[in-house]
């Protein structure tokens, strides 16, 4: 069965570079079929689709945080990870990692990061 | 850009029928696909509805999905309410490679 966990510092201190890891198991990250994904959720808010990486290492990044953003894919570890940059306290949220087949079809648990010095 | 707009809340009794909207501000409604996500506190969304009116296996057919090309909404049909409804619902829908969250609505049945 497939599973998603995300992993990383839950605190972050304004400036710095936010990194989350998420590990894929249960199925093959390398599959032609699917995209990885990062959505976040500030606490008591909505959801934000974050990017998206394909198994060859193609992204796509939502228009507001493409400065900031990287996406990597590591599929010898069947890992994909985040790397947000100079965050500040309105980067602080839950971050799951997903799949995307047709849809989300398969999320983490998510992370909660908190941004404060 | 575009924006997906959704009530904020919405609130019916059990066994009755909701239906929630979300518009899109620019661009055609029908140009690309939209999805639904539920949402229960503390957990991550599972998947209600994708390409506009499909359901994964798994989900009851209370919920439905449509798209309304004259109002360029889409919109979630909920029928025969369950207490078990309650929960956050989000559509979602993409524009070339950007992909864009409704804002939410907090549906409430009591």
């Known amino acids: 069965q497939l599973q998603l966990q995300e992993s990383g510092p839950g605190l972050a201190k304004p400036s710095e570079t936010l990194s989350l890891t998420c590990t894929v198991s249960g199925a093959s990250i390398n599959s032609s079929s699917y995209y990885w994904a990062w959505i976040r959720q500030p606490p008591g808010k909505g959801l934000e689709w974050i990017g998206t990486i394909y198994y060859i290492g193609s992204t796509y990044y939502t228009p507001s945080l493409k400065s900031r953003v990287t996406i990597s894919i590591d599929t010898s570890k069947s890992q994909f990870s985040l790397r947000l940059s100079s965050v500040t306290a309105a980067d602080t949220a839950v971050y799951y990692c997903a799949r995307r087949w047709y849809y989300f079809d398969s999320w983490g648990q998510g992370t909660l990061v908190t941004v404060s010095s | 850009n575009f924006m997906l707009t959704q ?104």
């Open chain 2, 7 to 110: 009530p904020h809340s919405l609130s019916e009794s059990p066994g009755k029928t909701v239906t929630i909207s979300c518009t899109r501000s620019s661009g055609n409604i029908a140009s690309n696909y939209v999805q639904w996500y539920q949402q229960r506190p503390g957990s991550a969304p599972t998947t209600l509805i994708f390409e506009d009116n499909q359901r994964p296996s798994g989900v009851p057919d209370r919920f439905s999905g449509s798209i309304d090309s004259s109002s360029n909404s889409a919109s979630l049909t909920i029928s025969r309410l369950k207490t078990e409804d309650e929960a956050d619902y989000y559509c979602l829908s993409y524009d070339s490679s950007n992909q864009v969250f409704g804002g939410g609505t907090k549906l409430t049945v009591l």
